[in-house]
């Protein structure tokens, strides 16, 4: 079963474009002064794996959105995992979570499949022929919150998946399952799923192919206008253009999850990655969302694993304190044993 997603090595280099101003004040720069390895995220005690971790304020809580979970004993619908789960947390006390479970302690989908889904996916029983619903990134939004999917075919062998759409979902407040709102990129589209919010736009990076590798572009459109498919524009390497399938790479090394913010602290966009094939997690900065970002800076590295390597690591910008200076980044961690592994946290402090 191929339970991760997020493995895929990116081998394109970026596309730069644009500087900032030379009037512009120098920002500060970007010195990690600690570390502090916090745990890992709370889970059911029957949950062995789930990887991911995207984040959002739901109401006064936490929402997280993690990939697919795989537990034992087998749930009440007789499966041993979920393409998605997700749980809740207080902000201050963000890996104390809690979510409901059915009767045998299994945590429910919170993206659900729609009918014709969940046929195709009963007509195969097989984890490895199926359709996989995979979270991107959370938006607040309207008083809730706004799920990116990732929505594609697994097929037998190793990282054998097609790409289909990006789908919608909303999360109600102090609800872990969600309703799906459509569809927002086909087939033939981006994956733009991973969003951040800034001066009256919502820009979402993902996935786009380049010259037979893959890289991250990104697209955006006005806040009002997030679930409108016609309302976005895609950076081509030199400006926003309506054709999406124009997307240029503006990030490289960037195996899957990414997520992307405002500093105030450190008065850049930051983009926080894990790099390539390396326990490591980084930070890239830039003076526009589309870039150029700079090289990356070593935030930490992560345990060293039973197996592999750690990946999936990205911030957390609801959690962060003293306007950036202090920030929260998760990263997926194999333990030993087959399909095991967590999600823990990570608290990065840098220089005044």
Sequence with gaps: MHAFRRFVPVLVTAILAGCGSSSMPSPPKAVVASVTDLGPLGAPTNV??????????????????????????????????????????????????????????????????????????????????????????????????????????????????????????????????????????????????????????????????????????VARAPEGQVRSHSAYETWNGSAWVANLQAAAGVLDGVPGELAVSWNDHLQQYAAVHSLGLSNQVVLRLADKPEGPWGEPITLFTGQTPAQGVDYAGRQHPELEQEDGRIIFVSYYHPLPGFLRGEVRLVRVEFQR
Excluded: C
């Design 48 to 217: 062995a794996v789930r990887d991911g971790g995207a984040s959002a304020k739901l109401g006064d809580l936490i929402l997280w959105l993690f990939g697919d979970t795989i537990f034992s004993p087998a749930s009440e619908d007789s499966t041993n995992y979920r393409t998605n789960t997700a749980t809740l947390s207080s902000p201050s006390t963000p890996r104390q979570t809690n979510e409901p479970t059915d009767a045998t302690g299994a945590p429910f989908q919170a993206i659900p499949f729609t009918a014709v889904e969940r046929a195709y996916n009963d007509s195969t029983g097989q984890p490895d022929e199926r359709i996989a619903l995979w979270p991107g990134g959370l938006l607040s939004v309207d008083g809730g919150v706004l799920a990116f999917a990732h929505k594609l075919f697994v097929h037998p062998g190793a990282l054998n998946y097609e790409h289909v759409s990006v789908e919608l979902a909303d999360f109600a407040p102090g609800q872990t399952t969600a309703t799906r709102s459509g569809t927002l990129f086909g087939p033939d589209e981006p994956s733009f799923d991973t969003p951040m919010h800034r001066d009256g736009y919502v820009y979402l990076y993902g996935l786009i192919a380049i010259n037979g590798s893959r890289g991250v572009g």
